[in-house]
């Protein structure tokens, strides 16, 4: 679901930053778009400030202007679940500060971190464990600046399943699968979806969820624990918009608050993630929101965050 006045100009610029400097007639063709019509939005944008236009030869250059930062076009990443009802709500606040806001949604954490680590989304709501590798992998390009959701990681169980549990890699559902201690070996899968289907199909015994997905598995007739775990997911940032960091955790800390008090679009949200509203209202219950990073929680938490970031298992991955 995208936020802005124009999503065409927001598209514009966020093909010239992929491509870079490149021909009119390339970028209209990229965008399916006429050169007349393409023209006057280059203008207008290029009054804006956001991109330059530029005669080389017979050819008119195009190119995006370097942000002086922030970057004036904002993507923010979330993982298709129950816990985020603040989202639409921090959108929209963060329309204050940039030109064009859009949120794109991810089913798999480790995808999500990496691509904020290398700038292709500015925000993301990811799990703890996974911005702590983001950040070290990145360099530290990576930071935690804002709250977001605790709890909502479960563990299915398929008595009749093969050796084994199903998680995602460094994630969540791995931290709860390393507090649990579950039994090996560890199957990776991409999705909550993913997960679910090899608990169904009675390849792995148990299986580290998520809500919407750990509900499922108990309306499919599995045995389904809480795994407690206190912290789930938390607003990570690209070190480009750190000049706005304490902005974005205000936006933050105020959307998180008015979703509290229930001021959310269940519709809204659950056509941004695909997941029917009636399913969202009742599993987001299971989670606890956090207007603020739980610091204290991640310090008690800190030998199992870096072998779920990290797990000794991953050894067996790394040479087959």
Known sequence: MDYGPDRLDAEIMET????????????????????????????????????????VGGALIVEANAPKSPPPIVRIGILRASEYPYILGLARRLRDLFYDVSIHVY????????????????????????????????????????????GGAFIAWNPTGGRGHATTMSSSMELCAELRGLPGPRVYASSGDEILALLKSGRVRAAALWEPYASRASRLGFEVEDCGLPVCCVLGAHRSLEPLYAR?????????????????????????????????EKTVKHYRLLEEPPRDEAKRLWDFLARAALPKTAIEYLIP
Not at 252 to 279: C, F, K, N, Q
């Open 16 to 55: 010239l930053q992929e491509l870079g400097p490149t021909t009119l007639s390339e970028l209209a063709r990229t965008l399916g778009l006429s050169k007349g019509a393409l023209w006057k939005r280059i203008r207008r944008l290029a009054g804006a400030g956001l991109l330059s236009a530029r005669r």
């Open 107 to 150: 089913d798999e954490a480790r995808r999500l971190a990496m691509d904020l680590a290398a700038g292709r989304v500015h925000l993301a709501m990811a799990p703890l464990t996974t911005l702590v590798l983001a950040h070290r992998v990145s360099g530290g390009i990576v930071h935690i600046i804002g709250g977001g959701s605790g």
């Open 248 to 280: 974005i955790a205000r936006a933050m800390e105020e959307s998180v608050s008015d979703a509290r008090r229930g001021a959310w679009d269940p519709g809204a949200y659950s056509r941004l993630t695909g997941i029917p509203a009636p399913e969202v």
